[in-house]
Every structure is written in C-alpha cells, then in structure tokens.
C-alpha cells in the first residue's frame, strides 16, 4: 500500500510540474487573455506642409462614438450578455434575499432586457447623429466582416508561426520528457479558440461627433449599453477646397488593404478594420510616411487602466507645392477671359488646369485642377461629386485629363525635325495659306490666318507683317504659322512625329507620383491617310493626345535648354517612382537636343509675347519678360449622363450608359447647366458650332528662367485670351512671392 501510495504521488507531482513548469507560458497566457482586455487608439497622423512649412493638412481633436465588439454584431457575445444581465439582476429588490436558484431566474428573465437596451442603444445612436438605423447597420455589418477576415488571417499567421517552431526546436533530454512530456504539436483548433486584439477592443461606428451630438451621447451613456466615447482624430484640411484634387483623402480601410497591409508585422502600425488610409493624391503617396503606430491600453478584471503606450505620431512631410499660389491660380479660374465669335471678350468662371514648376529643381510649386470641392466636407459631398458628369470635380484635370495640343506642339515638332536634321534652325519655309506637297496645293490645314482673314503672315497682323512669308523656326513660333509645321511634319511623317514626341516626355507617364493618363503619341487611325494625318499631328490635332503636367514639362525642358527632370512634390530629397511595367523613371536626363533648335524656340517663344507679330500678347508684362507658346485645340462636344431620379445611371439594351451632347451656349444665351460652355466659331465645312480648348505654355523670365508653366482652359477657345488671362494672374501672385525676378522688358 505504502508503494502504491507513493507510485500515486509521484504520477499527481509529475503532472502537477508538467502545468505549473512545463506549460506555465501556455496557462499563463490563458489567464492572462480572460483578465485583460487592450484597447488601441490612433496616432496622430503626420502633417502635409507646403514648401513654405505651412500646414495643408492635419489631424484636429474630436470624439468618437466606439462600440464593444461584443455587441457589434446582430446577437451579443454570450459571456458579455450574461454579465449584463447578472448586473441588472442584481440591481433587483428581490436579489438580496433570493437564493442560487431564484437568482439565476432573474439574470434570464434580465437576457430580454439586455436585448432591448442593445436595440434601444443602436436606435439613439442612429437618431442623435443622423445617419439613420439602416446606415448605422451598415457600418456594423462591414466592422464584423473586417474583424472575422482580419482573425482568419491572424490565426493562418499564428498557426504558421507554432508549427515552425515545433519543427525546427529541439527535442527535449529524456528527463525532461520524463517529468513534462514532449512538446506538442500546435492544433489549429485550439489555436481557433483564442480571440485576437480586434475582438476584445470597441471599433468606432461614428467618427467626429459634434459638440452637441457628443453632449447628447455622453448625458445617456449609462442606458446605453456598449457604448462609449472616445477622443479620436479626423483630418483637417486648413485651406478647405484649395489643391483638393492634388492633396486627396482619406477612407476606410477595405479588405484588399487588409490582406496586402505592408505593416501586418506590426501589431501597432497595421491597419485596423475602422482604420482610415490615404486613398488619393498625396494622403496616398506618402502613407507609409505619414501613418504613425497606436497606442494601447490595457484593462485588467477589477481595474479600470492599469497601464498604456503611447502613439507614436506619423512623420510631418514638406512638399514642395506652395499652397498660397495655388490658391491664386485656382481664383484665376474664376475670371477667365472669353473671346466670342463677335469679338468681344467676357470674364467668367470656366474649368481647367494649370501646373507650374521650378525650373532649377523642377518641383512643383502648383498643381490646379478646377472645379475643386471642399476636403473637410469629402463625406458628406461625395454622391454629390460624383454624380458631377459636366464639371467633373474629382477627376485631376492636369493629370488625367488628355486633349490635343494644339499649337504648344510645334515646340516639339520643330526641335525633333531640326535636331534630325530635316531642317535647320534657319531653313526658310513660305507659307501661301496653303499646304502645298509635290507640287499639290491641299484645301486643308490651312493656316489660320487664311482661315480668319483670308490672308498670309504678308498682311497679317496689319501692324507687323512679314515681308516675304518665307518663314525660319523662330519665325514660325512667333506667328503659330500652320504650313511651316505641316512642312516639317510630312518630312518626319507620323513615325518621326511619334518618336520626338516621346523623347520629350509625351505619350507616358512624367513620373510625378500619382496617378495620371499617359496620353497618345500620334498613330495611324483606320480609314484615313496617315500622311494627311502627319500634318494636323504636327499642329496638334487629330491623333495626339497629351495632359497639362506633359505640356509642363515640355517648358520646363525648353527652359532647361534640352534637360528633362522629372517633376518632384518634396521640397527636400526625392522618391523613387516606377511606370506601369515596373521601371524607375528616372530623375534626370539630357535629350541632347539641337542646342540651335533650343535657342530659336526660344526666340520665338520670346516673340510670341513681346512683339508686336506674336500671339500671345495677352501675357505681356511691364516687370518680367515672359516667354510662352499659346494654342487653340479642337474639343470634342461636351456629353452627360442620363441619370434615374436616384441619381444613378441609365443604361441602353447593350448594357453602355446613356449619354446625351449638351448644345452649346452663347454670350447672349449661355447654356444653363454649363454656363462656361461656349460656341468658339463654326466649321467652315461642316457648318456646325463647335469648341475649342484653350492652351498656353511657356517661363519666365524669359532671359533667365525660374518657373515654367503650363495653362490648359476647358472650351476657353482662344489661347492668347482664356489661358493667357490664367497666365497673367499666375505671374503676378509668382512675382508677389519672389519666384521670379523683376526682368524690365526694354533689359
């Protein structure tokens, strides 16, 4: 007996040391997760400052209704529900004197309660904030998702983590295994059985309460179970609508940023499911830079916080815009100047683009894109946006917007054919009106002095004609002339057009960091005569697209005297940056261009704006010499969506959404629903109104440049007029600031 009774002892301190020494982390662990609960809080995200280092946008203090995951979903956790119910009961008269079993009558009779004060709770919260019952089910419904992929992939990454381990560690000595046993391999299902942070935290339902929300909130708290408020940040935009397209915004988090989260490995900088991240512009471009890691607090059985971390906030980031500018621009919009068919001119507000860079460095100290909207109302705004199919304001006009050139390409037309070798900076062409080819006179393109007035660059302007017509390169630049283009376009055809075009940074990406179109280099189109097409390409009509950061860059170039530099929103250091097959652009590259093709367009440019032959008068100033380039391009006619009354849209039997042209206004009978879209001329052939967008590029000063821009007016018809009244006001608020120096035009 006595034998037995130790061989039996010696069994129960074996096991007794195998829990307490052997799996002492396991139970301890355990023990650990059914007493404490952690809570994360957001860290502060970093600051976006302009080149300047004032703030464009922040994270401003508020509150946030947050909810107990135990409750979030349509029936409440069991173990929750039952110390709920246990509480109410004993708040009961009858609790006191009640024995074990009539008390575990009043905790069930109390689960009914707890199931009313849960839909009582969810009604007020729906009601106080106005986002209504169904919406608030929403956000409910799409936080338990998030949480239930977000566990899959936790205890994937969990059960992985255990079975490498139990694979690689070694075997323990027979002594060990003799008092503890051998180490078990990992079981998923038990594995299963642990919750992960986000189902033992509170998620935030609505963000950014208002005072009076919040004080509605807070007086009802105790009838209202699970809820709770919290401080919490929202971003703050300073300057409202001003860079809006360029700055972007932030939304939620969704699954796919869930499964590809770069911080997954860190429990504090990994996205949560109620987490917001950079969904466009620069919010998106540096979010790895800007978001920062959570805080934590933890709450311990009996205790409410008995310790925390703190957050640690993003990095700020100084970008290289100068937002005061930007405004400038963007209020240039506002009064445009519109040239009519009857030769007058009005100001009004139209839509457009304009980006402008520092030549030395090429950062981009303006990025416009007008209509713009207001950052801190995205929310509320958003349906309503997008729904715009007229004026468009999501959509970043100076990089995605693609529209033919117009005149601005002969810049590019005239460098690539004399750095061929085609032509020489001083080869004279004449113009007659005519493009004349083996000996053939073609009715079209004609120049557009023939077009207006019927005349040649020998009358035209009345004030400075030219005494031959035989044109130079300078020359042509100056007075936009047609023929002397669609000259050296046939002599490169379409082949050479397209391949200088994307020696200068056309036809692909410019590699500026956010999303933008590449545009079109010119191609055979079916149906038509590629040779024909060389010469509206070499105009810039037909089969040319390009956007305004292009057209930018093009000046910038120019200015540079043949360097390409790819455009930088850092106002310190650079990023790398990769088109869409994977290759770093690069920073910085010398075309090698024709340094006498350089210097005549650069002459020319110069003419275009201070003599009394070029086209561009409209950007003349008395304290800088400006040197620009202006166009007028074909437009396509304006379209919209045909929309139900909900707002969505209507589609034909072939499943494509439904569209409708707008007619064109006048200046006596402007169209009501786009008042800024106005008839330019009419079609000599075709009879039909038709419009025009307006372009102009160029630096400034001329003589030693700073900045180089780029001016693109949606149906602003006239260059010189719509785009060049842009022009004017960009140089002013750039002299107010001191990027360009006071240049006298007689220096």
């Given amino acids: 007996m006595l034998v037995l009774t ?193 189902e033992r935290g509170v998620h935030v339902v609505v963000p950014g309460l208002t005072t009076e929300q919040y004080n509605q909130l807070s007086l009802e708290l105790e009838s209202l179970p699970g ?121 009004m507000s139209m839509n457009g683009a304009a980006v402008v860079m520092d030549v030395a460095s090429g950062q981009v ?66 113009c007659t009106g005519y493009p004349v080819f083996d000996g053939r006179r073609f009715e079209r393109p004609r120049c557009w002095t023939m077009s207006m007035f019927n005349l040649t660059h020998r009358e035209v302007p009345p004030t400075a004609p030219h005494e031959t017509g035989n044109l130079d390169f300078a020359d042509a630049i100056e007075r936009s002339c047609n023929i002397y283009f669609e000259t050296v376009g046939d002599r490169l055809r379409l082949q050479g057009l397209a391949y200088w075009m994307g020696v200068m940074g056309l036809g692909r990406e410019t590699g500026i960091g956010l999303g933008e179109s590449p545009g079109r280099l010119p191609r055979h189109m079916d149906g038509r005569d590629p040779r024909s097409e060389a010469w509206f390409a070499s105009i810039g009509q037909g089969p040319i697209l390009v956007t305004p950061i292009q057209m930018a860059q093009v000046a910038a170039l120019i200015a540079r005297d043949g360097t390409w530099m790819r455009p930088n929103l850092l106002a310190e250091g650079t990023m790398e940056v990769k088109n869409r097959v994977g290759e770093v652009i690069e920073d910085r590259v010398e075309l ?32 800088v010499k400006v040197a620009a380039k202006t166009g007028s391009a074909t437009a396509n006619p304006l379209t919209r969506f045909e929309r139900d009354a909900e707002g969505n849209l209507v589609y034909d039997n072939e499943g494509k959404p439904i569209a409708t042209i707008i007619s064109y206004g006048s200046r006596t009978q402007p169209n009501p629903i786009a008042p800024w879209y106005r008839e330019s001329d009419v079609d000599a052939i075709t009879g039909r109104s038709r419009g025009t967008h307006a372009w102009a590029i160029g630096f400034a000063p001329a003589e030693n440049p700073t900045i180089a821009f780029a001016v693109y007016v949606e149906y602003g018809n006239k260059g010189n007029y719509a785009a060049g009244s842009v022009v004017q006001a960009l140089l002013e608020s750039a002299v107010k600031r001191g990027m360009v120096g006071g240049v006298g035009v007689g220096e």
């Fill in 592 to 623: 090698k261009l024709s340094k006498d093709a350089l210097r005549a367009v650069r002459e020319g440019m110069n003419r275009v704006v201070n003599d009394a032959a070029g086209t561009g008068d409209h950007m003349r100033r008395a304290d």
């Fill in 365 to 430: 100290r303006a990025l416009v894109s007008v209509p713009t909207f207001d950052l801190n109302r995205f929310s509320a705004i958003y349906p309503e946006l997008l729904r715009d199919d007229i004026n468009r304001p999501l959509h970043h006009r100076a990089l995605t917007d693609s529209a033919e050139p117009g005149s601005t390409i002969k810049t590019v037309v005239g460098i690539g054919a004399i750095t061929q070798g085609l032509v020489d900076a001083d080869t004279r062409i004449e």
């Fill in 6 to 198: 130790l061989l039996l002892a010696a069994v129960l301190v074996m096991r007794a040391v195998q829990l307490q020494v052997g799996q002492r982390e396991k139970w301890s662990a355990m023990a650990r997760a059914d007493a404490e609960r952690r809570s994360f809080f957001p860290a502060r995200r970093g600051d976006l400052l302009d080149v300047k280092g004032r703030v464009i946008a922040t994270d401003a203090a508020t509150f946030d209704a947050v909810v107990d995951f135990r409750v979030m979903g349509f029936e409440p956790e069991t173990r929750w529900w039952n110390q709920r119910a246990r509480m109410l009961a004993s708040r009961l008269a009858e609790w006191s004197g009640a024995d074990r079993a009539k008390r575990g009558e009043l905790v069930e009779q109390q689960r009914s309660v707890v199931l009313a004060e849960l839909d009582l709770m969810w009604d007020r919260l729906a009601e106080v904030t106005g986002m209504g019952r169904e919406q608030i089910d929403g956000v409910r419904r799409s936080i338990v998702t998030k949480v239930q992929r977000r566990r899959e992939a936790v205890l994937d990454q969990r059960y992985r983590r255990a079975l490498e381990e139990y694979e690689t560690a070694p075997r323990r000595p027979w002594y060990s295994r003799w008092i503890v046993g051998e180490r078990e391999a990992p079981d998923r299902d038990e594995l299963a059985r642990e919750t992960i942070a986000d």
């Fill in 227 to 347: 809820l709770s408020l919290r401080k919490g940040l929202s971003r703050y935009y300073p300057y409202g609508g001003v860079a809006a397209q360029t700055l972007g915004y932030l939304s939620p988090v969704t699954r796919e940023d869930l499964e590809e989260d770069p911080f997954a490995e860190d429990e504090r900088r990994r996205y949560g499911v109620n987490d917001q991240i950079g969904r466009d512009g620069l919010e998106r471009m540096f979010e790895s830079r800007l978001r920062g890691s959570r805080g934590v607090l933890y709450y311990r059985r009996g205790e409410q916080i008995h310790d925390a971390e703190r957050d640690t906030p993003g990095e700020n980031v100084r970008t290289s815009l100068d937002i005061e500018f930007q405004r400038d621009i963007e209020e240039a919009f506002g009064r445009v100047d519109f040239y009519h068919p009857d030769k007058t001119v009005e100001s």
